[in-house]
């Protein structure tokens, strides 16, 4: 696997510091997962935020922290059932993330839900786009990150392959189209809509519900 688009050094150093909601972190850890480079980088910026924090003073801790810390550990460890196995080869990352099942929301593009908990103001979802599938032009109200988990589709920004990713705002307009003999999947956190740009894309953005 080549990767040739990666999260910008900023959103690492975030993803280190744990301030990123959890759809955002989620999407970047899952390129992490597939690209040696970032886990590099990563790493680098969490030694770095372990050296500042060895020059803090200590402070003391409330009596209670050791049970409180034990009882959220605990609630992350449950996992509830997923529409998933391990045999569609999904990254480590989604483990324990509730997924809904693919639904159809337009010619060859499908749809799958991710459930974050709590949910926050980013949504997290699976896009799947059949091979040759040409994806309506559109714009974002916000900010759109996607990993790319197989197959490959093309915009102005060029070619994003399996690993890649894709950084995107309202500054951007998207036409993707996907390559062919191999369906495109992706996970993407989004906030905000998309604004469909085309006539037809106009008359349809009532039901579009991304």
Do not use: N
Request: hydrophobic fraction near 40%; charge should be negative; proline fraction near 6%.
């Amino acid at each position: 696997m080549t990767i040739r688009h990666h999260p910008s050094e900023v959103v690492l150093a975030d993803l280190a510091a744990g301030t990123l909601d959890s759809g955002s972190a989620l999407v970047v850890a899952t390129h992490v997962s597939f690209c040696v480079i970032c886990r590099r980088g990563l790493r680098r910026f969490e030694a770095l935020g372990g050296a500042l924090l060895d020059e803090l003073e200590p402070t003391p801790l409330k009596s209670d922290t050791r049970e409180s810390v034990f009882a959220r550990l605990e609630d992350q460890g449950r996992v509830d059932a997923v529409d998933a196995s391990p045999a569609e080869g999904l990254p480590a990352p989604l483990a324990g993330h509730k997924l809904g099942r693919w639904r159809w929301i337009g010619r060859g593009v499908y749809w799958r839900s991710v459930d974050l908990a709590p949910p926050g103001e980013t949504r997290v979802f699976m896009l799947k786009a059949d091979p040759g599938i040409r994806l309506p032009h559109h714009r974002h109200q916000d900010r759109e990150w996607t990993c790319v988990l197989q197959g490959a589709f093309t915009h102005a920004g060029g070619t994003y392959a399996a690993g890649d990713f894709d950084e995107a705002d309202e500054s951007v307009e998207h036409h993707p189209s996907v390559g062919l003999g191999k369906a495109c999947v992706c996970l993407v956190a989004m906030r905000g809509g998309i604004e469909l740009q085309s006539f037809v894309g106009r008359l349809l953005q009532p039901l579009v519900r991304l």
